[in-house]
């Protein structure tokens, strides 16, 4: 197998391109050589991993890294499926510096054994976003239009929308091209707003790209399932189908991915009306659950998508078949609660509503959703009113009590996406050019630090932020050096404080490796175990390997500067969590129970201190030595 990982260097604003390679040892795939390149040229870098193309199901993944316009620091994104094509132009990695001097579309092809094609045209973006199904929608439609037919086979197209344009925190979206067509099943590389970097700091709107080259991918099936039989009595299919189960169908709970089973089992964990719920009584939180989760929205989906069997994959052959479907509206959990509970819709046809709006806007779902919530409290409030947002509606219905479950969740859902109207439509009403926290904090200066305090956020450096993952565990708001994907522990177990930033520590070298040879999560089941081994048996380099993911993760950590918690809500997150254990499951260890006196008697010194705590755990654990 080549030993060499390919690098297309392309300089968009002259369209000047080059291949460079580095060595597989110096650097073994996106994340550790994203990391190098982006810190020095502050490129944006896009690059499948070293099994792209191989039987190994859910290794397609294509990953975006560089410094991110939202969070400020180095940041990881990826997408299902997309590096499957990418792997057909016979590089590893596409590394773009410096900016077009107009939006554009950059065209990759390659066919056969020719040199790669690097083309770079101009795009009338506001007037293409304006049209057919709108945003990034018709941005892959126009550019499937107009480039497809340079392709031998069926190509893929990167896009972004008016988000990049208008804040920091735009995606970028795909979907697989199938009989001529864009899919509705799309993808995305959300978290970190590298839609908008790649649009407004590289001048980039779209990339299409595809071709026809075939390299060495390991497709030995024979072998594979040997060395899966020795470590699990079971060959690679079987396994794999075994660690998927939870988002293809799990039958213990009559449904499947990631909006079916959780939703499912969240039960007194729920989160909705921004957070609100926190300081609500079991009994209360329960109730809703059965009332407005589990007897409507969850059995929608079951009856709508489960039942009726609509489900893809992300473009490439997998067993988890995660992709959950209805008609053009594809349900996952963080963003169905983002932009579902979280925002008090709990109706499926105004969470579509939102959630495709949203998505043709081109934003990060979660992030959205948690700057819309936050907006709509301090309206329910009066702490701001709609025409300071620049919306026509009222104030949001923002309590369960009496609480409509279709009527008021489509209310709420079309205050929502005024909401969205104003910040995209209206630039400079609602002002995220430079982020929700800059935001925030005008707001507060204008109408008190409570409206910063409604707003659920981790902070990093001086404007970095991110709204955290919805689970109601202290883990996603730890100070890590990348925050708003899976590098913590989001377990709903109580763990000390130190020990919880060694767990994260623990986790983010796990997600690195698989980041790094571009596996989903999804399949994590093996991929953690077996990926070493792999990287054995195909480049005899496993210590290698395992050294470099420790050592990239401490390059990493090494730039960390995350902020203790700004808004009194995160500390209120913490403390009725531990509240929550002690009353409900529980818990009564004596460190445990130490905390909870701690925060009843100082808030915010009991903060300050579990931070701090989380931190210490974290460098620790990720000193470089």
Not at 129 to 139: D, E, F, M, N, T
Not at 414 to 438: C, Q, W
Not at 565 to 587: A, G, H, M, N, Y
């Amino acid at each position: 197998m080549d030993e060499k990982l390919k690098v297309l260097m392309v300089d968009t604003s002259t369209g000047f391109y080059q291949v460079s390679r580095f060595p597989v040892g110096d650097f073994f795939g996106p994340v550790d050589l994203g990391l190098h390149l982006a810190g020095r040229f502050n490129s944006l870098n896009i690059a499948a991993g070293l099994l792209a193309g191989s039987i190994f199901p859910g290794s397609n993944r294509l990953v975006f890294t560089g410094f991110s316009p939202s969070w400020s620091g180095f940041f990881i994104s990826s997408m299902g499926g997309a590096g499957l094509i990418f792997d057909n132009l016979g590089i590893n990695m596409l590394s773009l510096v410096k900016k077009a001097p107009t939006p554009s579309v950059l065209i990759l092809n390659r066919d056969h054994g020719e040199e790669i094609q690097v083309d770079i045209q101009p795009l009338d973006i506001s007037r293409i976003w304006r049209q057919g199904r709108g945003g990034v929608y018709s941005l892959m439609d126009h550019v499937f239009e107009h480039y497809s037919a340079r392709y031998e086979n069926e190509p893929r197209i990167l896009a972004t929308g008016p988000a990049a344009l208008h804040t920091d925190f735009g995606a970028i979206c795909s979907a697989p091209i199938s009989r001529g067509a864009v899919s509705f099943v799309d993808t995305w590389a959300g978290r970190g707003g590298l839609g908008t970097k790649l649009l407004k700091e590289h001048g980039i709107a779209a990339v299409i790209y595809g071709g026809t080259v075939l390299d060495e991918d390991f497709r030995d099936r024979k072998v594979a399932d040997e060395w899966f039989e020795n470590k699990y009595n079971q060959k690679l299919a079987a396994k794999d189908f075994e660690a998927t189960t939870k988002y293809r169908f799990d039958p213990n709970f009559s449904t499947g991915g990631t909006f079916g089973v959780n939703f499912a089992t969240m039960g007194g964990t729920m989160l909705c009306f921004n957070y609100r719920s926190i300081y609500w009584e079991e009994s209360e939180r329960l109730s809703l659950h059965e009332s407005f989760i589990r007897d409507h929205y969850l059995k929608q989906f079951n009856e709508e998508t489960i039942q009726e069997k609509q489900q893809r994959t992300c473009g490439e052959p997998c067993a988890a078949v995660c992709k959950k479907m209805n008609g053009p509206y594809k349900k996952d959990y963080e963003p169905y609660q983002a932009m579902g509970p979280l925002c008090g819709i709990f109706d499926q046809r105004a969470a579509e509503l939102l959630n495709h709006r949203a998505d043709s806007y081109g934003f990060d779902a979660i992030s959205i959703g948690g700057v819309l919530s936050w907006l709509m409290e301090c309206l329910s409030e009066g702490l701001l009113s709609p025409g300071e947002l620049g919306i026509p509606h009222g104030e949001p219905v923002f309590d369960p009590k009496g609480f409509n479950v279709v009527a008021d969740s489509l209310h709420n859902a079309e205050i929502a996406v005024s909401l969205l109207e104003s910040i995209i439509e209206k630039p400079g009403v609602i002002d995220l050019s430079e982020g929700a926290r800059k935001y925030a904090r005008r707001l507060s200066r204008e109408k008190g630090k409570t409206v910063l305090d409604r707003f659920l956020f981790t902070a990093y450096g001086r404007r970095g932020w991110m709204v955290p993952n919805q689970y109601w565990t202290p883990g996603v708001l730890s100070p890590m050096a990348i925050m708003g994907k899976y590098y913590m522990h989001y377990g709903r177990e109580f763990l000390p404080p130190r020990e919880l930033g060694r767990k994260n520590a623990q986790r983010f070298r796990q997600e690195l490796i698989m980041d790094n040879l571009g596996l989903c999560r999804f399949h994590r089941g093996w991929g953690e175990d077996m990926l070493p081994e792999i990287v054995e048996f195909l480049y005899g380099r496993k210590e290698q390997f395992l050294s470099n993911a420790s050592m990239t993760a401490s390059r990493i950590s090494s730039r960390n500067s995350s902020i203790f918690w700004e808004s009194e809500r995160c500390s209120d997150f913490v403390l009725t969590f531990l509240k929550r254990k002690r009353d409900v499951d529980q818990e009564q260890g004596k460190e445990f129970l130490l905390w909870i006196d701690r925060f009843e008697k100082d808030k915010q010194a009991a903060a300050l201190d579990f931070w701090y705590e989380v931190h210490k755990g974290i460098s620790e654990s990720l000193r470089e030595f």
